[in-house]
């Protein structure tokens, strides 16, 4: 399913021989996949509610150190693809082990529906409400993230809203009454509201002027004495594009002369390019070095970032079609400068590495895990970064506003969701499942912060225009006794759950028995697992 994402929203290349240890992980995991088949053909179809005519195909596997395998299935029936039919099939030594999953039946619907393609873009496009852009399109699919499975058309209509944000909507019409059963867009933006290489060179290391952290370094591509390239060939080939204020097409390649990239102005087209390069590095280097993850896809591939996006464009977001991260100017500092800070880069790439992994749905409580997910590992790349300039925090995007000294402007409070008088702090059965999925977020984006730190109120708040902020007001249920297990465990967690145990329906209720399973195989039955049940009850969700 192609998804886009933002912030406020194994492949082996021919004719190259593969390295030695890529080749073996590469066998790993073709005979992990192999044994997860055979288990799926016998001794798990039960488990994983397999019907006759489902069929399977492997899209990610994780071995741990004791060989126990976890292999994630897309499913699709009769050739139909099957919307929440994935899973994570855990085994050891031919054993099953625990299945994730949200498919609550082996029933299958019919697939004579009343409703045709025709009808169900009709349908659709009454919800589209804007101008889109060449011919929607419709296929056949059983949509099975409710009580069963039933027959349905997914409509999906191209366009852009009217604040430059491109829109991919997607639209489950009920094939036997019309009814539009769920939607989401494939644009993941940073938060509510409205090409190839020119050159076969080789790793240069460059200096950049940003406009967010100053002096930073870089590696480049050298093209020849006078020729480089923003493209770093040691971190999967990624690259930056100035998009020159368009809205369409991928843009052009940064080059340079002399290897010395921007001027800390944006008056210089290159600046705002350093500060995405630099927060994609560090992103890269983040999941490698924590979590052994090597790219967004975690096959060695590179993404790039467009800069420059639009006019006066406030946003950023990522989009899985072009495999890419893109970044607004804002007005360039008259009131939020170009959305390029580490922690949205982060936030931004993390939702690739949630598209290639969970794939959570981008509506409903998963749309919400979503972009907590991005907030999160953008939070926990600011960290890994450790600038001066940006000293990290638990505030999403403060960087982006100017004369911002008391963090009195931001995208999200980690801590305090409901700071920004839109998000959600504690869950609510009423509310919760349908609310717009940044607001949504703040209920895990809670839970993390009272894990990792505690019910303690961040440094530098608690007193002033702050001082209505205590340690009970970060708690839903009174608990202001939580201690926090620190930011290595409690990302790793979150990381293990995401990758292992959350599938594209994983609700709340599922994101607590995700991180509770993570925490246990991580750590066992002790103190980080009793922090994530007590931190997860502090908002709500027990």
């Given at each position: 399913?192609?998804?886009?994402?933002?912030?406020?929203?194994?492949?082996?290349?021919?004719g190259?021989?593969m390295?030695?240890?890529?080749?073996?992980?590469g066998n790993q995991?073709?005979?992990?996949?192999?044994?997860?088949?055979?288990?799926?053909?016998g001794?798990a179809?039960?488990?994983?509610?397999?019907?006759?005519?489902?069929?399977?195909?492997a899209?990610?596997?994780?071995?741990?150190?004791?060989?126990t395998?976890?292999?994630?299935f897309?499913?699709?029936?009769?050739?139909?693809p099957?919307?929440?039919?994935?899973?994570v099939?855990?085994?050891?030594n031919?054993?099953?082990?625990k299945?994730s999953?949200?498919?609550?039946?082996?029933?299958?619907?019919?697939?004579?529906?009343?409703?045709?393609?025709?009808?169900a873009i009709?349908?659709?496009?009454?919800?589209?409400?804007?101008?889109f852009?060449?011919a929607?399109?419709?296929r056949?699919?059983v949509?099975?993230?409710?009580?069963?499975?039933?027959?349905?058309?997914?409509v999906?209509?191209?366009?852009v809203?009217?604040?430059?944000t491109p829109?991919v909507?997607?639209?489950i019409?009920?094939?036997?009454n019309?009814?539009?059963?769920n939607?989401?867009?494939?644009?993941h933006?940073?938060?509510?509201?409205?090409?190839?290489?020119?050159c076969?060179g080789?790793?240069a290391?460059?200096?950049?002027?940003?406009?967010?952290?100053?002096s930073?370094a870089?590696?480049t591509?050298?093209?020849?004495?006078?020729?480089?390239?923003?493209?770093?060939?040691?971190?999967?080939?990624?690259?930056?594009?100035?998009?020159?204020?368009?809205t369409?097409?991928?843009?052009t390649?940064?080059?340079?002369?002399?290897?010395?990239?921007g001027n800390?102005?944006?008056?210089?087209?290159q600046?705002?390019?350093?500060?995405a390069?630099?927060g994609?590095?560090k992103?890269w280097?983040?999941?490698?070095?924590?979590?052994?993850?090597?790219?967004?896809?975690g096959?060695?591939?590179?993404?790039?970032?467009r800069?420059?996006?639009?006019?006066?464009?406030?946003?950023?977001?990522?989009?899985?079609?072009?495999f890419?991260?893109?970044f607004?100017?804002g007005d360039?500092?008259?009131?939020i400068y170009?959305?390029?800070?580490i922690?949205?880069?982060?936030?931004?790439m993390?939702h690739?590495v949630?598209?290639?992994?969970?794939?959570?749905?981008?509506?409903?409580?998963?749309?919400s895990?979503n972009?907590?997910t991005?907030?999160i590992?953008?939070?926990?790349?600011e960290?890994?970064?450790?600038?001066?300039?940006?000293?990290?925090?638990?505030?999403?995007?403060?960087?982006?506003?100017?004369?911002n000294?008391?963090?009195?402007?931001?995208?999200?409070?980690?801590f305090?969701?409901?700071?920004d008088?839109?998000s959600q702090h504690c869950y609510?059965?009423?509310?919760?499942?349908t609310?717009?999925?940044?607001?949504g977020?703040?209920?895990?984006?809670?839970?993390f912060?009272?894990?990792?730190?505690?019910a303690?109120?961040p440094?530098?708040?608690g007193?002033?225009?702050?001082?209505?902020?205590?340690?009970?007001?970060?708690?839903?249920n009174?608990?202001?006794?939580?201690?926090?297990?620190g930011r290595?465990?409690?990302?790793?967690?979150w990381?293990?759950?995401?990758?292992?145990?959350?599938t594209s329906?994983?609700?709340?209720?599922?994101?607590?028995?995700?991180t509770?399973?993570?925490?246990?195989?991580?750590?066992g039955?002790?103190?980080?697992?009793n922090?994530?049940?007590?931190a997860?009850?502090?908002v709500?969700?027990?």
């Amino acid at each position: 399913m192609n998804v886009q994402m933002s912030l406020l929203s194994l492949a082996v290349v021919s004719g190259l021989a593969m390295s030695a240890p890529a080749e073996a992980a590469g066998n790993q995991k073709s005979a992990a996949i192999a044994r997860a088949n055979a288990l799926i053909a016998g001794p798990a179809a039960a488990s994983v509610r397999r019907a006759g005519a489902d069929g399977f195909v492997a899209r990610d596997v994780v071995v741990d150190a004791d060989g126990t395998e976890h292999v994630r299935f897309e499913r699709t029936y009769q050739g139909l693809p099957v919307i929440g039919g994935d899973f994570v099939l855990q085994s050891r030594n031919g054993k099953v082990g625990k299945v994730s999953q949200t498919l609550k039946t082996s029933a299958r619907p019919g697939l004579a529906g009343r409703i045709g393609a025709d009808q169900a873009i009709v349908e659709a496009g009454a919800r589209f409400g804007s101008t889109f852009i060449g011919a929607p399109t419709s296929r056949k699919v059983v949509y099975a993230l409710g009580a069963s499975p039933v027959l349905a058309h997914e409509v999906v209509f191209n366009g852009v809203k009217a604040d430059q944000t491109p829109t991919v909507m997607h639209y489950i019409v009920d094939a036997a009454n019309g009814k539009v059963l769920n939607q989401w867009d494939e644009i993941h933006t940073a938060r509510p509201g409205p090409g190839g290489s020119s050159c076969a060179g080789t790793a240069a290391a460059a200096t950049g002027a940003s406009l967010m952290v100053g002096s930073v370094a870089l590696t480049t591509t050298k093209c020849s004495a006078t020729s480089y390239e923003m493209r770093d060939p040691t971190r999967g080939g990624g690259y930056v594009t100035n998009m020159a204020m368009k809205t369409s097409g991928n843009g052009t390649v940064f080059t340079d002369s002399d290897n010395a990239w921007g001027n800390g102005l944006t008056s210089n087209s290159q600046t705002v390019a350093v500060d995405a390069q630099f927060g994609i590095a560090k992103t890269w280097d983040y999941f490698l070095t924590v979590h052994g993850r090597n790219g967004i896809a975690g096959d060695g591939r590179g993404s790039f970032s467009r800069v420059h996006y639009g006019r006066n464009y406030a946003n950023a977001f990522w989009s899985d079609s072009c495999f890419c991260m893109t970044f607004g100017d804002g007005d360039n500092g008259a009131s939020i400068y170009p959305l390029v800070s580490i922690d949205v880069a982060g936030h931004e790439m993390s939702h690739g590495v949630t598209s290639r992994t969970a794939n959570l749905i981008y509506n409903g409580e998963s749309g919400s895990l979503n972009e907590a997910t991005s907030d999160i590992f953008g939070t926990m790349v600011e960290y890994y970064a450790n600038t001066a300039a940006d000293p990290a925090d638990y505030v999403m995007g403060e960087e982006l506003y100017p004369n911002n000294a008391n963090m009195s402007n931001a995208i999200r409070w980690m801590f305090k969701p409901t700071l920004d008088n839109y998000s959600q702090h504690c869950y609510d059965p009423a509310t919760t499942p349908t609310f717009e999925v940044h607001g949504g977020s703040g209920i895990a984006n809670s839970f993390f912060y009272l894990l990792a730190e505690g019910a303690v109120v961040p440094a530098g708040f608690g007193a002033g225009s702050w001082a209505n902020l205590s340690a009970s007001s970060l708690v839903c249920n009174g608990n202001t006794a939580l201690t926090g297990i620190g930011r290595d465990a409690a990302g790793k967690i979150w990381y293990r759950a995401l990758t292992v145990y959350m599938t594209s329906g994983t609700n709340y209720a599922g994101a607590r028995a995700a991180t509770l399973s993570a925490a246990m195989d991580l750590y066992g039955a002790g103190t980080q697992y009793n922090a994530v049940a007590a931190a997860w009850s502090a908002v709500n969700v027990n």
